[in-house]
């Protein structure tokens, strides 16, 4: 990507604001078996990818990290990284493919300031995170495998952004992430939408939803039968 493509928002056929507000509305339950019957099964990441607050949700379009395991502290490549935060826009999640790296926290409270000041709703870390007293007082929701408390200053290094990444996936070794990709998570996990169909797959989760709705009344009615309810719905 050049600078004018990084610099231009992605079209998702409607402003990501309302994108992000629609997304937050629904659970990852459902935007999971839409992908599903969409036959893009492995959408969703690794099951230990959790946010740090029980109740914490993130949505918004990938600003995706790529992070290497290195001992030596590369300035030139941190002056990469700081420059780049000048193509995050307001709506956008940072995720961050670690290399599988499982030793150092690769997200602190001082990443959420630098990103939150830019417009950065949520961080996926693929990998650890700390400082987390801080984090949940910001109450910037991050997710991530693990938390520990060791630095990742001379042990893992940005050096690529705005990239495909590679994320652990629940259903497979990696799952694509792509500049611009719907990112959806809750308390149980969190799922990266293809930018091309964002706005289709809201659309038919909000058409799931009004279903589910629906079912869900009937289904608490102890007067009616479970089985004719199904056969009128088709839905448990």
């Not at 998702?12 to 999971?32: I, T």
């Not at 109450?139 to 690529?160: I, K």
Request: one cysteine or more; hydrophobic letters at 40%; aromatic letters at 8%.
């Amino acid at each position: 990507m050049n600078d004018a493509e990084l610099a231009k928002a992605y079209d998702y056929g409607m402003p990501l604001a309302e994108l992000r507000q629609r997304y937050l509305k629904l659970y990852s339950g459902l935007v999971y078996d839409v992908l599903d019957e969409m036959k893009l099964p492995y959408q969703a990441l690794a099951n230990d990818v959790k946010p740090i607050e029980l109740d914490w949700m993130v949505a918004g379009a990938a600003y995706t990290v790529k992070m290497e395991s290195r001992p030596d502290v590369d300035t030139k490549l941190r002056e990469y990284r700081l420059k780049m935060l000048d193509h995050m826009k307001p709506g956008m999640v940072e995720i961050r493919d670690c290399s599988h790296d499982e030793q150092a926290a690769h997200f602190g409270e001082l990443n959420a300031n630098i990103i939150r000041a830019k417009g950065c709703v949520g961080a996926v870390v693929d990998g650890g995170s700390r400082d987390s007293r801080f984090i949940r007082e910001m109450g910037f929701p991050v997710f991530c495998r693990y938390r520990n408390p060791v630095e990742a200053l001379g042990r893992a290094v940005v050096t690529r952004v705005l990239c495909d990444i590679h994320m652990r996936g629940a259903l497979s070794t990696g799952v694509l992430v792509r500049p611009w990709d719907f990112i959806f998570g809750d308390l149980d996990g969190v799922i990266i939408i293809p930018r091309e169909i964002a706005k289709k797959v809201l659309e038919q989760c909000e058409h799931e939803f009004a279903k589910e709705s629906e079912s869900r009344e009937l289904y608490r009615d102890p007067s009616l039968s479970p089985l004719d309810i199904y056969k009128k719905l088709g839905k448990l």
